[in-house]
């Protein structure tokens, strides 16, 4: 029997509407690094984000589902971007903007992106890339920056202002002529870090960003309302800002954004000028703000509670933030998975030493993230928080597929999704009886540094290009500063020397300097597993055991 119910889509265009109008007070406060933040309503964002829509239509030609991308920092503009482009029915793809140049090339290429929006101080990032990116026809700017740097870099690109396209439009809803969607199309897409290869395009349909938000909205999980005011430190670049955006627009929720200001200074300030009940960030970010608080104290007592994920956050930073008055609430997610994966809600009825043991997990799964755990054969492990097999996962906006490279292509790769469907997370852990997933470890090997990622893979090829390397593997080691640093380890060509320095000057230019090791070990020839790959495992144990080498400069 067919239901009796009405069948509406579930569309970013529901969520923009109702945000403008259930929510018009609601506020976007976008800090400035000046004496007022820049601050506008729901409805001023929501009327702009009409605005958008109508000018990337009848300005720009933006049609179907074309590519219009973002690089940009978390402000009042990006929202207006996220709400825009899904709801005109085309593709928002934000752009990494801690990409090395290369991998910006490639996903924007690969995207087909054609237009880019930017901020004005992002422009000397985007002025070099640009002439490698011929899908691209127009770039708008958003905000201060030195728009003269796209002269020569956009010969064949059409620029723009962002407020003088916003000007010539209506912010009136019902003025534009929004299309009628499917909710399983695209509305958004975000590459993952390409760790083993390329990175790969994860595209979000309408219905699973519905979903994602309504479920980040309970409780259980960043539980926001109209009274709350969210720091979304985590960037817009990074798998949607982890839903944020898309949630608040739903409630109501206040957002202050930090735009480029995300040092830990100038966070402790806004936090303690505009007093937010919640944030939301990766661990190293936190570790930087207790660093900074403990220097010079501010308050950060209005933050109730704060969402920590992407990487494990370690016990001893959730028990700094508890005397604070701050609780964490740990959580997983990828890329793949929009990103909430787990929300941490210790059972009813515990002390908050009972707690403790069920808030230093990875946190449980909500009902749309169904998980199964896979041993080294493929079996299906028990819950007994024993069994530590790779995390499975399937629900409705869990990715079933990557991007293939044009619209209606996909890739399903063996090593990321099972044959019965399920999306192979490469993360490996044990699950309580009670349904709590602990990672022991990942399978990736890529390195987490200050909250960004380093592929070890690229700074091993970029080594294994100097004359003198035969071989080199780069893992992740634990560093008090930035979570993990990389190490290198070297093999080199018989009758060879080259110093480290060399190596280190050799890398410069060939990845981000940010990304250049300080540790290095020369070895006689790197483990390998019993198919031949590096095996970064006995590497991290014997630079545990003090067993390399390890030179630091
Ligand atoms: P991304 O696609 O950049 O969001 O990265 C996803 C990966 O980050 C996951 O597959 C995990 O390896 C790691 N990750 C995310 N959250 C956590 C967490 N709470 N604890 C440990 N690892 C995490």
Same mark, same amino acid.
């Given at each position: 029997?067919?239901?009796?119910?009405?069948?509406?889509?579930?569309?970013? $265009?529901?969520?923009?509407?109702?945000?403008?109008?259930?929510?018009?007070?609601?506020?976007?406060? $976008?800090?400035?690094g000046?004496?007022?933040?820049?601050?506008?309503?729901?409805?001023?964002?929501?009327?702009?984000?009409?605005q958008?829509?109508?000018?990337?239509?009848?300005e720009?030609?933006v049609?179907?589902?074309?590519?219009?991308?973002?690089?940009?920092?978390?402000?009042?503009?990006?929202?207006?971007?996220?709400?825009?482009?899904?709801?005109?029915?085309?593709?928002?793809?934000?752009?990494?903007?801690?990409?090395?140049?290369?991998?910006?090339?490639?996903?924007?290429?690969?995207?087909?992106?054609?237009?880019?929006?930017?901020?004005?101080?992002?422009l000397?990032?985007?002025?070099?890339?640009?002439?490698?990116?011929?899908?691209?026809?127009?770039?708008?700017?958003?905000?201060?920056?030195?728009?003269?740097?796209?002269?020569?870099?956009?010969?064949?690109?059409?620029?723009?202002?962002?407020?003088?396209l916003?000007?010539?439009?209506?912010?009136?809803?019902?003025?534009?002529?929004?299309?009628?969607?499917?909710?399983?199309?695209?509305?958004?897409?975000?590459?993952?870090?390409?760790?083993?290869?390329?990175?790969?395009?994860?595209?979000?349909?309408?219905?699973?960003i519905?979903?994602?938000?309504?479920?980040?909205?309970?409780?259980?999980?960043?539980?926001?309302?109209?009274?709350?005011?969210?720091?979304?430190?985590?960037?817009?670049?990074?798998?949607?800002a982890?839903?944020?955006?898309?949630?608040?627009?739903?409630?109501?929720?206040?957002?202050?954004?930090?735009?480029?200001f995300?040092?830990?200074?100038?966070?402790?300030?806004?936090?303690?000028?505009?007093?937010?009940?919640?944030?939301?960030?990766?661990?190293?970010?936190?570790?930087?703000?207790?660093?900074?608080?403990?220097?010079r104290?501010?308050?950060?007592?209005?933050?109730?509670?704060?969402?920590?994920?992407?990487?494990?956050?370690?016990?001893?930073?959730?028990?700094?933030?508890?005397?604070?008055?701050?609780?964490?609430?740990?959580?997983?997610?990828? $890329?793949?998975?929009?990103?909430?994966?787990?929300?941490?809600?210790?059972?009813?009825g515990?002390?908050?030493e009972?707690?403790?043991?069920?808030? #230093?997990?990875?946190?449980?799964?909500?009902?749309?993230?169904?998980?199964?755990?896979?041993?080294?054969?493929?079996? #299906?492990?028990?819950?007994?928080?024993?069994?530590?097999?790779?995390?499975?996962?399937?629900?409705?906006?869990?990715?079933?597929?990557?991007?293939?490279?044009?619209?209606?292509?996909?890739?399903?790769?063996?090593?990321?999704?099972?044959?019965?469907?399920w999306?192979?997370?490469?993360d490996?852990?044990v699950?309580?009886?009670d349904?709590?997933?602990?990672?022991?470890?990942?399978?990736?090997?890529? #390195?987490?540094?200050?909250?960004?990622w380093?592929?070890?893979?690229?700074?091993?090829?970029?080594l294994?290009?100097?004359?003198?390397?035969?071989?080199?593997?780069?893992?992740?080691?634990?560093?008090?500063r930035?979570?993990?640093?990389?190490?290198?380890?070297?093999?080199?060509?018989?009758?060879?020397?080259?110093?480290?320095?060399?190596?280190?000057?050799?890398? $410069?230019?060939?990845?981000?300097?940010?990304?250049?090791?300080?540790?290095?070990?020369?070895?006689?020839s790197?483990p390998?597993?019993?198919?031949?790959?590096?095996?970064?495992?006995? #590497?991290?144990?014997?630079?545990?055991?003090?067993?390399?080498?390890?030179?630091?400069?």
């Amino acid at each position: 029997m067919l239901s009796t119910m009405q069948d509406v889509p579930l569309t970013v $265009t529901r969520i923009l509407r109702h945000g403008m109008t259930m929510h018009a007070m609601s506020r976007i406060t $976008t800090w400035t690094g000046e004496a007022e933040p820049r601050r506008r309503s729901f409805a001023e964002a929501g009327g702009r984000a009409v605005q958008l829509a109508a000018a990337l239509r009848g300005e720009l030609g933006v049609c179907d589902d074309e590519r219009v991308a973002t690089l940009m920092w978390n402000n009042a503009e990006h929202v207006e971007a996220y709400l825009a482009i899904p709801a005109m029915g085309a593709i928002l793809h934000t752009l990494n903007l801690r990409l090395p140049s290369e991998q910006l090339i490639y996903v924007a290429n690969h995207a087909e992106d054609r237009v880019i929006i930017v901020n004005g101080s992002l422009l000397p990032l985007l002025a070099p890339v640009l002439p490698h990116l011929p899908t691209v026809e127009h770039v708008v700017v958003s905000g201060p920056g030195d728009r003269s740097l796209l002269a020569e870099a956009a010969a064949d690109v059409q620029v723009h202002e962002y407020e003088e396209l916003l000007a010539g439009q209506s912010p009136d809803f019902d003025a534009f002529d929004w299309p009628d969607l499917d909710e399983r199309s695209g509305a958004a897409m975000c590459y993952t870090s390409g760790t083993t290869g390329d990175p790969k395009g994860v595209v979000f349909s309408h219905r699973s960003i519905y979903l994602h938000s309504m479920q980040a909205n309970t409780t259980a999980a960043l539980g926001l309302t109209e009274k709350d005011l969210t720091l979304v430190v985590v960037p817009q670049f990074h798998v949607n800002a982890w839903g944020v955006p898309h949630a608040t627009f739903m409630v109501g929720a206040n957002m202050l954004m930090p735009d480029r200001f995300l040092q830990p200074a100038p966070l402790a300030d806004m936090i303690e000028r505009e007093r937010p009940t919640h944030a939301a960030a990766v661990p190293t970010i936190w570790q930087g703000l207790l660093a900074e608080v403990t220097a010079r104290p501010r308050d950060l007592s209005s933050m109730a509670r704060v969402t920590i994920g992407g990487s494990a956050c370690p016990p001893a930073l959730m028990e700094a933030y508890d005397k604070l008055g701050v609780r964490v609430l740990h959580t997983w997610g990828m $890329t793949e998975t929009s990103p909430l994966g787990t929300t941490t809600d210790p059972p009813a009825g515990l002390t908050p030493e009972e707690e403790w043991p069920y808030r #230093i997990t990875q946190g449980h799964f909500p009902v749309g993230v169904e998980p199964r755990l896979a041993g080294p054969d493929g079996a #299906i492990l028990p819950w007994d928080n024993e069994s530590a097999g790779e995390l499975e996962v399937r629900g409705p906006w869990v990715a079933r597929a990557y991007y293939g490279g044009s619209p209606g292509k996909e890739l399903v790769p063996e090593d990321k999704f099972s044959e019965d469907g399920w999306l192979r997370t490469g993360d490996v852990g044990v699950i309580s009886p009670d349904g709590y997933l602990t990672l022991t470890d990942r399978a990736k090997d890529v #390195i987490k540094s200050g909250g960004e990622w380093i592929s070890s893979v690229s700074l091993e090829n970029a080594l294994m290009g100097h004359p003198a390397v035969l071989e080199a593997a780069v893992v992740a080691v634990p560093d008090d500063r930035w979570g993990e640093r990389p190490l290198a380890v070297v093999v080199l060509k018989e009758g060879r020397a080259v110093g480290y320095p060399e190596l280190k000057e050799f890398l $410069t230019g060939r990845v981000e300097r940010w990304q250049v090791p300080e540790r290095w070990a020369l070895v006689a020839s790197v483990p390998k597993t019993s198919v031949g790959k590096f095996d970064k495992k006995v #590497i991290r144990r014997q630079y545990a055991n003090g067993e390399l080498d390890v030179t630091r400069l």
